[in-house]
């Protein structure tokens, strides 16, 4: 899967979403792909048909749980930048 957008998902779709799209998109600057599009939404959004990886905390694992994995990053703290460095650099390479 060819990576052009990043939705970070939560609850509500401003909160701890907002936090982790801001870590996402200092994370992708970092490896040069200023070509990915990084947003924060709800977990109403998050559909195997939407063009996107989405990005979400374990606590909402099993809203992603049909999800296909190369779709999908479960984070188990959404606040530790060198876990979510380490999955997004296995998917974006």
């Known amino acids: 899967m060819e990576v052009r957008k990043i939705l970070c998902c939560c609850g ?8 982790v799209s801001m870590n996402v998109e200092e994370v992708v600057k ?3 792909r200023s070509d ?11 559909s195997p ?4 990886l989405f990005v ?11 999800i296909p994995d190369e779709q999908k990053v479960v984070l188990d ?5 060198e876990e ?3 999955k997004l650099a296995k998917i974006l390479g």
């Open 56 to 66: 979400v905390g374990a606590d909402l694992k099993d809203f992603v749980g049909g």
């Open 30 to 32: 970092g490896l040069g």
């Open 36 to 46: 990915i599009e990084v947003d924060h939404t709800t977990i109403s959004d998050i």
């Open 12 to 19: 509500s779709g401003l909160g701890s979403s907002l936090i």
């Open 49 to 52: 048909a939407a063009d996107a």
């Open 84 to 86: 979510l460095g380490e």
């Open 77 to 81: 703290n959404i606040l530790d930048k």
